[in-house]
């Protein structure tokens, strides 16, 4: 990731929503100068007694040392506090990075009144440079004092590195005849890709779940959100999902849900849906140097697994990409991008749409085929992208951006 | 693939060589209007009587019509032409483009005085756009009656789309009592990756060897050269090698070679591999926007095929690429590469070196790492860059470019 060139996003999101409190969570923010000084780039979350937690990190091979703090506390399951900090990831810096991960959860622990295995962590940032946890001494008391339940926005905004805009979402939905919260916040913009498909975002109801329920709804519900957005095909080090329950509604009569099957949790995992799908499409929206969302449909596959790949094969061409970046139709790349990635396809079955104008048929150009009016599509700011196999019933969606200079200079001016 | 950008790639080669004929072999240029008019945009090749001819073709699952055409001819391996065309790829056409690819065989046949299955075909440019093959109507004939043994400098010209220079290589070499010649040139520059990772490529021997036997040093060689070279990682439904062998040296006294470990082969194949090497190192020297060449290896792998697919995961990471093209010796993008390789990998044992330069050992940074040194080196026209696993004995190598702000805007522009 590098720095943000300047500007938001043009396709930021017109508002950024005003979040409610969830009962039982207090956040705060400060300036350690983990990397620059005076900059905000830590966020402590406070969380009541009795929350459980689960979540879903990073398949890299070299995962950070918080990826690996996390896994081993999220075996148990209970949160009472979590620490984000931008700047430095904390990642590849060996012994010493597991000993600044324990550092600053004692830290952290200290300033919450709760055991370092309570506590959870994550890192964004610069791979491969120490992180000096000394830098926390103090800062995480002295916020923790003034944490309180409204600071969605600054929390937000604490994690980000190359994000042109914070990243909020919410929903109310009822639990049994309880009213129950559930905020999310994120940040990423580029080393993106599943799985997971996101640097950081983190999850926060009143609802009281217990552990194993929260990570069967985890699990569900991250494979067509965040595991379905790509920005540029590299999986960080240090992605983190993270989701808390802290039972707090139980106070205005919510029930306590332990098992994953209880249909009282419907309407609830509809709502958590709902809310990861906005955080990971408000990722895709503020890729490196984006112009253009990218929504890709993939229909007709031979199984949903094979539809995800063509998907991605799409998504992630650097030729399609700067087509699209380019206002071009050019549906020959997106046949190049369907043949290379090595799922089942019959060239002269498939059809291809840009938006509702179908642009390729039978294996060939749609005879109706217009250039000016797949032209004038393109210069939309969303493009949706179809295509279909006419194999089978295996359909996917992921979502995507363009690829552009911005892109590039961005990504080739960082650290220097 | 897009249009040149105007000036040859920094990193062409200083010279071009000037290549000595191969007996058997004449080669003829015109300009048949496919999309431009008065351009060179074709190609006519002419063997001798008992030319044998093997081939490697795309693994695309939507391959050109040119792409079949050849496949179903390789299997008779006997050749008396090739046509190649610039500015229509012939790929995603459906029926027609069947029948145009049967119409310019049976065209340059006529002009070839052999059999239209002994006429072999590729085509590079736009995917998805008819081709009109009449145009070759005419023209074939008349470029056969000037074709000649020195025009491989035109015949590689001949078939550039968006490359900067013209791709040849030979070598002379000893096969039995005679001199043999290997001639070859290509062609490349974007939509590069394995397998094949070429658009197209040509090669020419005077040696007599039966077309079983081709096919075996083919498959032998090319792994290590052609397939072992990524621009962007975007496979083309076009990619065509083929080798032709007219047999005209047994009149010098060369053996005719029926066996694949005919000893005497030894020599052969070493010159064979050093020149679709060099060609290979051409493609990836003209890289659509490259400025430097990167040469990845990887070592202490658990197997060589291991080894290629984290080096292939490093190669088309547009993070290590964009960083390399901004001189910046970022190696936490390399760490990040290895990640998501999915293959086995020990963070803390991993060491990564830029040149010489050693900047990451045991699973963080090396205590001797010094920043201006590692971003010195980076201004390096070629960066040699380095990983070790620590886990085996399985190694290997590709090569790639960087990704710089002119690939964007090369294949941002293309067809508008």
């Avoid at 590195?161 to 639990?175: C, H, I, Q």
Wanted: with cysteine; charged share 25%.
């Amino acid at each position: 990731m590098g720095q943000a060139a300047g500007g938001i996003s043009p396709l930021a999101p017109k508002t950024t929503p005003s979040l409610s409190p969830v009962a039982g969570v207090k956040l705060a923010t400060g300036a350690a100068g983990i990397r620059y000084q005076e900059r905000t780039d830590v966020l402590l979350a406070l969380f009541e007694p009795g929350t459980t937690v689960a979540g879903v990190t990073t398949r890299s091979k070299c995962p950070s040392a918080p990826v690996e703090w996390c896994r081993e506390k999220l075996r148990r399951g209970k949160a009472r506090a979590l620490v984000v900090n931008s700047g430095n990831a904390n990642a590849f810096t060996g012994k010493n990075g597991r000993e600044q991960a324990k550092f600053t959860a004692k830290l952290a622990a200290k300033a919450a009144g709760c055991k370092p295995d309570e506590v959870f962590l994550a890192s964004t940032g610069v791979i491969g440079e120490p992180l000096d946890a000394s830098k926390f001494d103090g800062v995480l008391e002295a916020i923790a004092a003034r944490a309180h339940a409204h600071a969605w926005l600054d929390a937000a905004k604490a994690i980000m590195t190359t994000d042109t805009f914070p990243k909020l979402a919410g929903a109310t939905v009822k639990l049994g005849k309880a009213q129950v919260r559930i905020n999310g916040f994120a940040k990423g913009a580029g080393m993106i890709a599943p799985d997971m498909a996101t640097m950081l975002a983190f999850v926060f109801t009143d609802a009281a779940i217990v552990a194993p329920v929260l990570r069967d709804l985890l699990k569900s519900e991250v494979g067509d959100t965040f595991n379905a957005v790509t920005v540029d095909g590299d999986t960080s080090t240090s992605d983190t999902l993270l989701f808390f329950a802290t039972g707090a509604a139980v106070k205005n009569g919510a029930p306590k849900i332990t098992r994953a099957n209880d249909p009282g949790l419907k309407a609830f995992r509809k709502a958590l849906h709902t809310v990861l799908a906005d955080l990971s499409e408000q990722i895709a929206r503020d890729g490196e140097g984006a112009r253009k969302l990218v929504r890709i449909h993939v229909k007709g596959a031979t199984s949903k697994q094979s539809a995800r790949r063509i998907a991605l094969s799409i998504a992630n061409s650097p030729l399609v990409k700067t087509a699209i970046a380019g206002e071009d139709a050019n549906w020959g790349r997106v046949v190049m991008a369907v043949g290379k990635a090595g799922e089942p396809a019959s060239r002269d079955k498939l059809a291809i749409w840009f938006g509702d104008i179908r642009v390729a048929a039978n294996g060939e150009r749609d005879p109706n085929y217009n250039e000016a009016k797949a032209s004038a599509y393109m210069k939309n700011d969303v493009i949706d992208l179809t295509v279909d196999l006419k194999l089978g019933r295996g359909e996917d969606r992921v979502l995507t951006c363009d690829l552009t200079k911005e892109y590039v200079a961005i990504n080739g001016d960082y650290r220097s």
